[in-house]
């Protein structure tokens, strides 16, 4: 049986959150932030607390917000999701058809998986991964000269590279000191090229990662990678590695030391807690380092179930989302995450976030009259005080902010100057900007006016680590994918990247053929060299 | 004498903008894309052609472009800048009335600087900078074991690390091989902590940048390092060098090895060509690679002076920023260049846009009726079409793309696969996306459609070099001035910082005090412990 896909216009509580957002809560009214409204607007999560008193909402508001979420059947179609149905489909269209259980990835820790048969798969992978560390580990897996492998060199592109890029740059206090990671994407070869120059290929073991098994940036760099190695006198059969679909064209024992297996019921952008990232990890980090990471991953979507919008951080935070957007016009969400280390994060998630939502089509085949997914940005703070803080805060642009914050440093090693510790700094930035872009400020001169009532949340953890890490990204994944059912889009296919790809080829084929390029506006014109 | 400053909507070509964005030349239309139009609506620059075939404008759009641009006093004002007026100001309200002289520091190839006094002050500071680099190679600078300096640690934030960041990663390619650079900026604690892991102390220079020698960052980092270096038995002294104001708190012989000079009329974000980028790229490329990035950007300027706005890529790219913006109504502009190398010049030119011009005031202390800057964001191609092009082709929310490319890789190293090279394949997916973009595609299937009709211009360059780094850099530059002009804001002050500062001054107290917190909400409920 199929979920309840509603258009979000349809439900009750559409027409009563409109009539709400014409006069919202005003955050830089007279004594509006007060410490009970802090305390009120806050949900208690394992992993992430989420504090809102700084959103423009009320309790009304949130009441709404909820009749839309069970309107909505969110919570049903998120349980759906998880237990494998296919969820990736368009009604009336031909789509992929497929189910989307990255979730399973994770749901290894319960004697019950959701969805046994994924997680069965998910294990045996587990089960490959862990045999091949202890392998490398043992020097059973070692080089020509008998010698480990210290670099991994990870090629992927999209999901398959800015997830585990992200995860990797935010776990390197984790990292074993006796390994590093290095990541190419682009088919620049200028990409390949300056990884090549700072690895000894000897001792490098490369991962390449393609679900089909025949993505042209991929295979581009790979066989850059792998004519580098011939190159060096080295058997690429020795260092290569792959992760991809079972039977794809790159599960071929010949060309790698190891294949690991992605399925199709996992996308791409959902993919860091599948073999995609898992291996990686794995390598820079160690296998029980991966368990934290999905135990956090686990916790959350377990977390993710309740139905409770007030007891559910990625719930409410795809709620307060949808409110921002869709009733209150905000186009842009800026994650601001005030740590360094998560400093690749928002580009995973503006990946993740307009790969799932940037879509015009509901999944009836009819158009969504209203906007779907926002644009997303961000740096971290307090690096973006310094920098697009400005347009924030008196700019004419509204932008929805969400703030990432840890109690604790990653390595706690710190000092004091001026009466406080760098992280208290930090933390003491991150809670000042929030209250500053919801209160601001009045002054006779009008260039040091601050506006305020800017929405704003920030989701607050202990310190991040392999676990939380895990819990974050699957916060995230939950939120978008929240957000997709309330804007009744199919959230897991793509097909905007098809458009593209076509007219690269007829270009490619213009160039080839050195005809008169009657084709495709002279294909472009010579290639843009114009004339 | 000051410039015309006059309201944008106060132009009469604004009213026939306004007239004539009402129907917009539609790109998705049968035929709108000829290799004429191509061919018509292209920019020959020095450094950098632009192709604007997929603006949606016509020649009466230009036309009136062109009459705002005269209205304006566009180039003017440009004019007034460089000659040293104090065009950071406020008319009838208090403000910083300083001089913007960015492009004095480049000015230095000529007989007739435009204005001698700041060009002289830069020229001193480069005689001080090439004879410290000869030191360094001679080996009358070194570590107290008489080895030389590999490693130079910069510390800076926001102006004084984005741009600087930016440069060296896009420059890496002609970087000594026997030298490497860091960057600190986060008051993260983590931030510091993960360059320090990784370089040698004892034979690494610690520059640190701030103009007023205060920025708490800055001086958090700066005290972090100190503290290793006599951790490590090292003199900081011999160690430290700095990029501040003459007599800032940082210009102290007792402190520092060698003090550079910035001089007040120059803004941390237009900093880049001053001591703030110079110092760091003198020491990762050499003198020579300096003076080349200098007079990349001197060139641009130079040509930018144009008033012809056809013939003037910075000006013409200005004026289809406010077309799209003010007329058609595009909230964010994404930068998407075509060149893995300048990963974080959209960061750059994130923070010097909406620092810049993400303003709600007027220069004569009204406020702006409109809209002024744009949110701007963007990641490297192909990547992005493996992530957020989804939303810019099929998603909701109308973004105006800016494409930077390049007729060769950098160090073209590169392989042939499937009858074409990498870097084919590069250019190719850039036109093809451009014309993706531009002209859509019908289908039966609903999800299979892309409407087209998406605005972007493409920026072509020849190769990725220092000159021509200096030659985009300053290409940015010009055009957020223009801007900045034509919406007639100070693109120069920053005073939305200011707030932000103050209350996380108040929070540090708070929980400095220990005491009960009724000040902030509670110190924002005890620093976000909650309860």
Not at 142 to 155: D, E, F
């Amino acid at each position: 049986m199929s979920s309840k896909w509603q258009s979000i216009y349809d439900c009750k509580a559409y027409a009563i959150l409109k009539r709400l957002a014409a006069t919202p809560f005003d955050l830089s009214a007279e004594k509006a932030l007060t410490p009970e409204r802090l305390q009120k607007f806050f949900c208690k999560g394992s992993a992430f607390d989420l504090l809102y008193g700084c959103q423009r909402v009320t309790t009304e508001v949130l009441d709404a917000l909820q009749s839309l979420a069970d309107e909505c059947d969110l919570s049903r179609q998120f349980g759906k999701m998880r237990a494998g149905d296919v969820m990736n489909r368009l009604e009336n269209f031909p789509s992929e058809e497929r189910q989307v259980l990255h979730t399973s990835c994770r749901d290894i820790f319960s004697r019950n998986p959701i969805c046994e048969p994924a997680t069965n798969q998910a294990k045996a992978e587990l089960v490959k991964l862990k045999a091949f560390l202890e392998e490398l580990d043992k020097g059973t897996i070692c080089n020509a000269r008998g010698q480990s492998y210290n670099t991994l060199v990870h090629i992927g592109i999209g999901g398959s590279d800015l997830g585990p890029r992200a995860i990797y740059e935010a776990l390197l206090p984790y990292r074993r000191k006796d390994r590093v990671v290095h990541f190419i994407a682009n088919v620049d070869p200028d990409d390949s090229a300056a990884v090549l120059e700072n690895v000894d290929l000897s001792r490098t073991l490369v991962l390449v990662v393609s679900k089909s098994g025949t993505t042209l940036e991929t295979l581009s760099n790979e066989t850059l990678v792998r004519t580098a190695l011939e190159d060096a006198g080295l058997d690429p059969a020795r260092h290569c590695l792959s992760v991809t679909g079972e039977s794809s064209p790159m599960d071929n024992p010949n060309h790698y030391l190891r294949s690991f297996y992605l399925y199709d019921y996992i996308g791409g952008r959902f993919s860091s807690t599948s073999m995609v990232g898992a291996v990686m990890l794995g390598f820079a980090l160690g296998y029980e380092q991966v368990l934290e990471f999905l135990q956090g991953a686990a916790s959350l979507d377990e977390a993710s179930t309740e139905k409770d919008i007030r007891s559910n951080p990625a719930l409410l935070l795809a709620l307060l989302g949808v409110w921002n957007h869709t009733f209150l016009g905000m186009s842009t969400v800026a994650i601001l995450p005030y740590s360094q280390a998560l400093h690749r994060f928002p580009a995973h998630l503006q990946q993740c976030d307009m790969e799932s939502n940037g879509k015009s089509v509901q999944r009836n085949g009819e158009p969504l009259q209203i906007k779907s997914g926002p644009i997303i940005w961000g740096e971290p703070g307090t690096n973006g005080q310094h920098a697009f803080y400005q347009l924030l805060h008196q700019g004419t642009e509204d932008v929805a902010v969400e703030f990432i914050g840890f109690r604790k440093s990653q390595r706690e090693k710190d000092i004091q100057l001026k009466g406080s510790s760098s992280q208290q700094k930090l933390i003491a930035n991150l809670l000042a900007q929030s209250m500053a872009f919801a209160v601001g400020k009045n002054d006779n001169n009008p260039n040091n006016r601050f506006p305020g009532n800017k929405a704003n949340t920030i989701l607050m953890g202990d310190k991040l680590t392999p676990e939380s890490m895990g819990a974050l990204l699957a916060l995230y994944e939950a939120k978008i994918v929240f957000q997709g059912f309330c804007w009744n889009v199919n959230s897991f296919d793509q097909e905007g990247v098809q458009l593209g790809k076509v007219l690269a080829g007829e270009i490619l084929s213009a160039m080839d053929e050195k005809d008169d390029g009657k084709t495709l506006a002279k294909a472009f014109l010579t290639t843009a060299g114009i004339k």
